[in-house]
């Protein structure tokens, strides 16, 4: 059976390698027009770097804004993403009875702006004016170009489970100003939780007291192995990337379970081969009791009184194999 699924796992696991490298793409911060403590989702795999955009000339070029960068792991259960709040961005129309002067004008409320939406604004107009006044372009270039910063430079690459936080910040009159972007690739995966159908092969020593010709004495005596299965109903825990979550093809993981008898617990690990996450295949390792002959008896010993199987044997914990189907279901079916 394993054979028939290689090929497919062979082709799920080589298609990621095939993808080709992306140039690096921006993260931006809009300073005029985002809104504060906002998480943004991100592809996981993928280099970035990040893009300050819409800062003051002014502001900037006094060295008012301080940018901090922080990698950090995203905790299980993840974090909320909030959905930003779109504003309406709105430029600056001006009449103009002389080509440059309004393009004058336009540079001089940029170059002086001391609020990041004003900047904005000056900044629309500005560009709009240019196409008439291309004379101002190249004194209104600089400030232009003050607007946008580009840090983290070459780039930085986020895996899953990861997020970017990037906070700006400047000084406001007695106050800071603070503005805050979370760029997230979303949790690293999830425990998935099933129920387990597993089958044990019975490895007790049975033994038993049998009668001798006298009447009187017994010789303990070893049963016949049957070589039966024990059926053992169980819950298990799965971990699922979540590179994996959509997957068409069959998932190669880890799994654990616990069986539901808690008076003699029993522990299983092994891989699983889950398919659309609501079924395993499961074999493995099992630690479970096992019936043993007690140390003070041996097999053809005389005894002067007839024992039973409680009496002649002791349970201890062995390894052992497993191997059944695990089902992903809305509650217990045991």
């Known amino acids: 059976m394993f054979r028939r699924w290689l090929p497919l796992l062979v082709v799920c696991a080589a298609i990621p390698a095939l993808a080709r490298a992306a140039d690096p793409a921006p993260l931006t911060v809009d300073l005029a027009h985002d809104d504060p403590n906002t998480e943004l989702p991100v592809s996981a795999?993928?280099?970035?770097?990040?893009?300050?955009n819409n800062m003051a000339p002014s502001l900037r070029n006094t060295g008012a804004y301080e940018v901090t960068i922080k990698l950090e792991h995203i905790p299980i259960?993840?974090?909320?993403?909030?959905?930003?709040?779109?504003?309406?961005?709105?430029?600056?129309?001006?009449?103009?009875?002389?080509?440059?002067a309004p393009a004058q004008?336009?540079?001089?409320?940029?170059?002086?702006?001391?609020?990041?939406?004003?900047?904005?604004?000056?900044?629309?107009?500005?560009?709009k004016l240019l196409k008439k006044c291309p004379l101002v372009?190249?004194?209104?270039?600089?400030?232009?170009?003050?607007?946008?910063?580009?840090?983290?430079?070459?780039?930085?690459?986020?895996?899953?489970?990861?997020?970017?936080?990037?906070?700006?910040?400047?000084?406001?009159?007695?106050?800071?100003?603070?503005?805050?972007?979370?760029?997230s690739t979303g949790e690293s995966g999830k425990w998935l939780q099933s129920y387990g159908f597993m089958f044990i092969p019975n490895r007790d020593d049975e033994f038993f007291s049998k009668p001798q010709d006298d009447g009187k004495t017994f010789t303990i005596t070893q049963k016949d192995d049957r070589h039966g299965l024990d059926?053992?109903?169980?819950?298990?825990?799965t971990w699922l990337p979540a590179?994996?979550?959509?997957?068409?093809?069959?998932?190669?993981?880890?799994?654990?379970?616990?069986?539901?008898?808690?008076?003699?617990?029993t522990v299983f690990l092994g891989p699983t081969l889950m398919y659309r996450q609501n079924l395993q295949l499961v074999a493995g390792v099992v630690?479970?009791?096992?019936?043993?002959?007690?140390?003070?008896?041996?097999?053809?010993?005389?005894?002067?009184?007839?024992l039973d199987l409680d009496q002649l044997t002791d349970k201890t914990y062995r390894p052992n194999f497993f191997i059944g189907l695990a089902l992903r279901l809305g509650k217990s079916p045991f």
């Open 45 to 52: 795999g993928v280099p970035f770097f990040v893009r300050i």
């Open 77 to 100: 259960p993840p974090l909320d993403i909030p959905e930003p709040k779109p504003e309406d961005k709105k430029g600056i129309e001006a009449k103009a009875v002389d080509p440059c």
């Open 105 to 127: 004008k336009a540079l001089v409320a940029l170059s002086t702006a001391e609020d990041e939406a004003k900047a904005f604004e000056a900044a629309v107009n500005l560009r």
């Open 137 to 183: 372009a190249k004194e209104a270039a600089p400030y232009l170009a003050a607007m946008t910063e580009d840090v983290t430079a070459p780039s930085v690459t986020l895996k899953p489970g990861e997020l970017l936080r990037v906070t700006v910040k400047r000084p406001d009159g007695d106050k800071t100003r603070t503005w805050e972007r979370v760029f």
């Open 231 to 237: 059926f053992a109903p169980s819950i298990f825990f």
């Open 243 to 265: 590179s994996k979550e959509g997957s068409d093809c069959p998932v190669l993981g880890v799994t654990g379970g616990l069986g539901f008898d808690l008076k003699a617990p």
């Open 287 to 306: 630690m479970h009791q096992q019936r043993r002959l007690r140390g003070e008896f041996a097999t053809g010993q005389t005894v002067k009184e007839s």
